[in-house]
C-alpha cells in the first residue's frame, strides 16, 4: 500500500506557469486527509519551493537542491549535502572557460559571480524561457523576477565567496548551447565525486555524489520507518533520474517527461499541463475505497 507520495516540482507538479493548479492543490490535501505523506522532491532551494506553495496551505516535507537537504514540515533541516572545497574549485575552473550563466547555491541564497546586472539579464533570460511573449518591462516588474533577485548575492570572484565562508550545497549553470553544455557535462563527469543532472536541457545542476534525490529519499522514508515499496514517485527530467530509477513502489513519469526518464519508470502518467500528478493521486485514492 502506498503510504509515501514523493514528487518532484517544475514540469512535474507545476504547470507550464510554474504555479500549482486548483486540482493538483486539491488531490495533494486529500491524499494527506487519507493518511498519506508529501514530500516535494524539487532541485530549488528550499525558499524557492516554499514560496510556490504560499498561499495553498499544503505542509509537506522537502527535499531540495536536488538532494543535497532534507526538511521536515516543520521546515527543520535534518540533514545537508555540502560539496567539498576543492570540487567546487574544479567545477570553477571548468565553467569560468565558457560563456555562460552559473550560480553557487547556498542557505537559500544563489551567490553570482559577476555583477548585478548580469544577474538581471540572466534572469530575463531565464523568465522568457517560458514566457516567450512577456516584454522585458513586464518581466522586471513580476514577482517571479524580483523574488528570484531578492535570493541573489553578488561577489566579484570564486575568491571572494571562498572567504566568505558559506557552504555550497549546489552549483547551477544554464546555456542555450547545448553542445558546450554537453562538453562541461562531459568534464565534469571525470570527478567521481560529483553528481550532474539537469531538469531542463538547457541547463546543468552540480551537487555531491551523496545529493541525490533518490539516494536522499531512500534515506528520509527509512528514517521514519517506511519501506520502499510504500512510496509513489514522480518527476519528469534527469534530476528525477536518480530516484525514478530505484525500486520504490509506483515509480511514475510524466508524458512530458524525458525518454530516458520514461524508459526506467514503472508507469507514465498524463502530462503536467494535464494535471498528471493529481490524475495519479485520485486514481490512487479511488482504489484504496
Not at 558559506?166 to 563527469?189: G, H, P
Not at 515509480?251 to 493529481?278: H, L, P
Request: hydrophobic fraction near 40%.
Amino acid at each position: 500500500m502506498i503510504k509515501v507520495i514523493a514528487s518532484d516540482m517544475d514540469g512535474t507538479l507545476l504547470n507550464n506557469e510554474h504555479v500549482l493548479s486548483e486540482r493538483t492543490v486539491a488531490a495533494i490535501k486529500d491524499a494527506q486527509e487519507a493518511g498519506i505523506r508529501f514530500i516535494i522532491a524539487t532541485g530549488r532551494s528550499f525558499e524557492q519551493a516554499v514560496h510556490v506553495l504560499e498561499g495553498t496551505g499544503i505542509e509537506c516535507d522537502y527535499i531540495v537542491y536536488s538532494g543535497a537537504e532534507i526538511r521536515n514540515s516543520a521546515e527543520e533541516i535534518l540533514q545537508r549535502s555540502t560539496m567539498k572545497l576543492q570540487d567546487c574549485q574544479m567545477v570553477y575552473d571548468v565553467l569560468k572557460e565558457y560563456e555562460l550563466m552559473y550560480l553557487f547555491g547556498a542557505e537559500d541564497v544563489d551567490y553570482c559571480i559577476g555583477s548585478t546586472k548580469d544577474r538581471e539579464l540572466e534572469l530575463i533570460r531565464h523568465i522568457r524561457t517560458f514566457n516567450p511573449n512577456m516584454f522585458e518591462e513586464e518581466i522586471r516588474e513580476s514577482e517571479l523576477f524580483k523574488f528570484f533577485l531578492s535570493k541573489t548575492k553578488v561577489v566579484s570572484d570564486f575568491e571572494e565567496l571562498v572567504e566568505s565562508g558559506v557552504d555550497i550545497v549546489k552549483i547551477f549553470a544554464a546555456s542555450d548551447d547545448l553542445e558546450m553544455l554537453k562538453e562541461i557535462n562531459d568534464r565534469l563527469q571525470r570527478n567521481s565525486n560529483l553528481a550532474i543532472a539537469s531538469s531542463f536541457e538547457n541547463n546543468i545542476e552540480i551537487t555531491d555524489i551523496k545529493a541525490q534525490k533518490g539516494i536522499a529519499l531512500k534515506y528520509y522514508i527509512e528514517s521514519l520507518g517506511y519501506t520502499m515499496d510504500e512510496v509513489m514517485v514522480f518527476g519528469d527530467s534527469m534530476n528525477d533520474y536518480s530516484m525514478l530509477s530505484m525500486d520504490f513502489g509506483a515509480t511514475v513519469a510524466m508524458e512530458n517527461g524525458a525518454e530516458k526518464v520514461k524508459e526506467v519508470t514503472k508507469y507514465i502518467t498524463k502530462s503536467n499541463e494535464e494535471d498528471g500528478v493529481a490524475y495519479c493521486i485520485e486514481e490512487l485514492l479511488k482504489n484504496r475505497e
